[in-house]
Structure formats: C-alpha cells, structure tokens
C-alpha cells in the first residue's frame, strides 16, 4: 500500500486525494477479503508516509464532526459544505474532480452518475451555462463520486451506503453528512484491521523506506548503467550524501511503522522493487530477513547464462537477506489482463498456471504474486470484489497449494540459491528508466541535486535551529519520493503529469524557504508535460517491457 505525501507541507492542505480516496475503496477491501476468508494468507506492506496521511485525515474529520475545524483536503471539504463555492472557476474545479474516475467501472455503473457526467461534460464545451448550473448539481456530483469511492464490501453490508445509492438525486446536506462520517470510519479503522489481521498470524506487515525513494539511485546513480547502460544521466555524478539518506529514511520508516503497528517489520518492500548490491548490502545490516524484487531483474542478474529458476528465494553473497522474485508473468495477468475477464475463468486460468509449475519444476516452489495495492482493482467490474473473493477461497482451499507469507517460506526452510552478482533494477522492467534516464526525469534530479547541495550547505553552516532542521529533513524526504520521477515525460497524461510536477516544484521550493533561500527562478516554470495515453491510465506498468 502506498502514496506520495500529498501534502503541502507548509500549508498543510492536501494537494491531491488519493490517499483517502485509495483507502475507502482498495484498502478497506483487500482488509475485508482477507478477513472474510481466515486461511487465505499475504503479506501486506504499507509505506511509512501512507501511515501518517491516514492519521492526519482522521484527525482532521474528528475536529469537524466535533468542533467543526476546517479541513485540509479541498475536494473532502466540498463534500460537507454548507454552500458551494461562490467562485466560479473553484466550483468548475470541483465538478471537473468530480470526473476523475474510471468512466466504464465507477460513473457509467450507476445511471445517474452517468447522467450527472454527461452534463458535466457537456458544460466544458457551454462554459457560459455554468451560470444557469443549480447547486444542487455540484452536491450530487460531490455524493456520486465519493460513492463510486467506496469499497464494493461496504456497499455490500452497509444499509447506509445502500439508500444513499438508492436516493439517487437531490442530496441533503443531512446525506452528505452521513458519508462524510462513513468515510471518516473507514479511514479510522482500516489502520488497525490489518494490525489485527497480522497479530493473527493471517498477513505479514512489511516496510517500505519512509518516503518511497528509490533507493539504489540515491546511492549510486551510476547504478542505473547496470540495466541501462546507454541511458544519459543527469549532470550530478552522484546525489549529495545519498547513503544517510537511505539510512535516514530506513530509520524513519521503521519508526513510523513500530508507531502505527506495535511490531519491528521483518521484511522490506524496497519502493518500486529497486535494488542493488549496495541496496541489498545495506537492507542485510539494517537486520531486514526478506525482501523482493522483479522477475526481470533476476534476469538480468543471471545472463548470459538465463538458467533462471524464479521459483526460489535466492541470496547475494556476503549478505545476509534473502530476495524473493515476482512471477512477472502470473502478476501481470492479474494487473492487466484478468480484469477483462470472468471472475471464475480468471481465477480458474490463474490455478492452472500455478498446478502447471507445480507439475514440470520438481520440489518445493515459492511463487511470488506481488501487485499494486490499488490501481488494479478500479478496472475490474465491482473492483474487483468477485476475482478477489472466488482468489483467496479458491487458492485457499486448494489441496497442492500454500498460501504463505515469505518470513514462513524462510522459516520453513525453502531452499535458497545463491546469487553471485546483482544487476540494480526494479519491478517495472527491471530497469530505472521509469525515474531516471531522459531528458525531463534528468531535469528532476538535477532540481533535486541542487537543493540537496543547498541543505547539506545549511547543515554545514550550524545556522538553522534544531527545529528548522528537523522540517527542512522531512521535506527533504518527500522531494526524494519516486513518485514524482514516476510521472515526469511526455508518454503519460497531461493532468497527471501536470499534478505531480506542480507538487514536485512546490515542494523543492518549500525546501527552500525552509533553508532560508530563495528559490530558484527555474521552480515558477512547468518543465515537463504529458500528452501519452498509456495502459491502465499510467498508473500501473508491466514487469516486463512489451
């Protein structure tokens, strides 16, 4: 489970509401299908600066239900409003938010989310027939998405949610305030679902570094040679001080952690699956047991010889941490293919593959199925619910299956290979390239690297309080994210390219400040666009480039 901070730091307002967006809808049903079938069993791993988003979102809907303290998330805010906005290009806004969603899966459903869309768009072309729009029209857009949103296992057990589906039209405020105090008990409880789901011994909890860097680049940039090694670099040969970074960020991450679960993680999801002999030397003296990677970088880590046996864990010498590796080929069945598919065919489909391995690879096999937390699930009908439900009872029950998590693979002695050289990589293509190695995700490190010289200088000069270096450290953090890189390039979309570059500058330039300096002219100026029309939105990539 994981996403970027969305906050401004500064501000405090959320940029951006995936996070809460994510978690009513994906993240209380992946908790309600585990909880729904006791033997199934995974392992779950949540990243640090998700956490303290989930905490910061059901403080804030406390305050409001108890003092009415305004909220930080803008869309979420909308959704309780006594009155739209009076300004006219914030209400457009909010109808135009109120769009983003998988138009097959989550508008075109229900009829009358439907309807209210194809108003909507009809109005971005009649701009002037805004003024004649009543209010009631952005209130029930406003439901409708926040509907959509929620989890298919709560519209399934919920009387509540149910009528408000059933309403349909003409919204109250009174109904308004009912999902918002909906959402704020999803958001409340879905920390402590899998924290008891783990005390059960049903999942493991891992541990990604705090803020999702990519971890082999801030120790070496070089690394992405290994994969690529055509690939231009950005102008910095190396990031500024990078392994305290890491460092930094695994000691942050694990503090967060034991904060929100009361355990130490005994595997590390390192962020996007990058690693490299240093990465894995590194998480080894960090006391990590486990962690995981991409089938491709396995791959690449074994030619010319392509004997690869992906069905084990294996551990690099002179490290003391086992590397598991993800069966790109059964997991991105279930990314991108099984959502067009029956919910019984796939999962059928699914079975056959795994007895297949089982018939024609002798001894013990572990299969790896790794996956996104969420951005799979909006594109299967009912996200999901049917393939979720039928995976886990089926594979569950299954006679020559074993669900388990990779700390009992470990300690039911699996046979581990030795790996005698890595090549650095990660889960998407086992390669860098998707934050590193063209021209705008260069121009990102570089932005990146410069401010970085402009801390370390800070620190150097003893001048910032204990304070001041405290928040200049955690801003540090978010703008080392991947999640930025992720996005920058002309292949994905223009709006989401467009949001995340935007916070991207903004967060370096909150940086800045926070060192006392002005921030470059460069940061008041977009450096990249999108204009692609990638799979599954850009959200998601493939294990193996196609």
Not at 158 to 183: G, H, P, S, V, Y
Not at 227 to 252: C, I, S, T
Request: hydrophobic share 40%.
């Amino acid at each position: 489970m994981h996403q970027p901070e969305y906050r401004d730091l500064k501000s405090g307002e959320f940029k951006l509401p995936w996070t809460y967006l994510h978690v009513i809808k994906d993240y209380v049903d992946m908790a309600a299908h585990l909880e729904s079938t006791p033997q199934a069993k995974a392992v779950v791993n949540f990243a640090p600066i998700l956490l303290e988003q989930i905490d910061d979102y059901v403080q804030q809907i406390h305050l409001y239900l108890k003092e009415r303290l305004p909220l930080n998330d803008p869309l979420l805010s909308a959704l309780i409003a006594p009155y739209p906005p009076e300004d006219q290009p914030l209400y457009w806004q909010l109808i135009k938010d109120c769009l983003r969603a998988n138009k097959e899966r989550q508008i075109n459903r229900y009829l009358a989310f439907k309807n209210l869309a194809k108003i909507a768009t009809w109005l971005e072309h009649h701009f002037y027939a805004l003024n004649y729009i009543s209010t009631q029209f952005l209130e029930d857009m406003l439901v409708w998405y926040h509907l959509a949103w929620i989890a298919e296992s709560v519209k399934q057990s919920d009387k509540r949610i149910q009528a408000l589906i059933a309403k349909a039209t003409n919204f109250t405020l009174e109904d308004r305030t009912l999902l918002f105090t909906i959402i704020g008990e999803l958001l409340e409880s879905v920390v402590n679902r899998y924290k008891v789901l783990a005390e059960k011994g049903q999942i493991e909890l891992s541990v990604t570094p705090y803020a999702h860097p990519i971890m082999p680049l801030l120790l070496d940039l070089n690394s992405a040679h290994e994969a690529m090694p055509e690939a231009p670099l950005p102008k910095f040969k190396n990031y500024p001080q990078g392994r305290e970074r890491v460092l930094w960020h695994l000691q942050k991450g694990m503090q967060t952690f034991e904060h929100y679960f009361g355990i130490k993680a005994t595997g590390c999801w390192p962020s996007e699956g990058s690693i490299s002999n240093e990465t894995l030397q590194v998480l080894s003296d960090f006391g990590f047991k486990w962690t995981a990677s991409g089938g491709s970088v396995l791959h690449n880590s074994l030619r010319p010889n392509n004997t690869m046996d992906i069905h084990h864990p294996y551990q690099l010498i002179n490290t003391n941490i086992s590397c598991f590796f993800r069966d790109d080929g059964l997991s991105d069945l279930i990314g991108f293919e099984y959502s067009k598919w029956q919910a019984e065919d796939a999962v059928n489909d699914f079975i056959k593959h795994i007895e297949n391995i089982a018939a024609h690879e002798p001894g013990d096999k572990v299969v790896s199925i790794i996956m996104d937390g969420e951005n799979a699930w909006e594109y299967f009908p009912n996200n999901g619910y049917e393939f979720l439900n039928a995976f886990y009872k089926r594979l569950s029950t299954h006679p020559a299956i074993d669900l388990c998590t990779f700390s009992e693979c470990l300690k039911n002695n699996s046979t581990i290979y030795p790996l005698n050289k890595l090549t650095a990589g990660s889960w998407v293509y086992g390669t860098f390239s998707t934050w590193i190695g063209s021209a705008d995700k260069n121009r990102g490190w570089d932005m990146l690297g410069d401010v970085k010289c402009v801390f370390d200088t800070a620190i150097l000069s003893k001048r910032l309080t204990t304070q001041q270096i405290l928040e200049a450290e955690f801003q540090l953090a978010v703008c080392e994210g991947s999640d930025w890189f992720w996005w920058f390039g002309d292949y994905n979309p223009g709006e989401a390219v467009s949001s995340f570059e935007k916070q991207f500058r903004l967060n370096l330039t909150n940086l800045y400040l926070l060192l006392g300096e002005e921030p470059p002219a460069y940061l008041a100026e977009s450096f990249t666009r999108g204009h692609g029309d990638p799979s599954m939105g850009g959200a998601m990539r493939p294990g193996v480039e196609h």
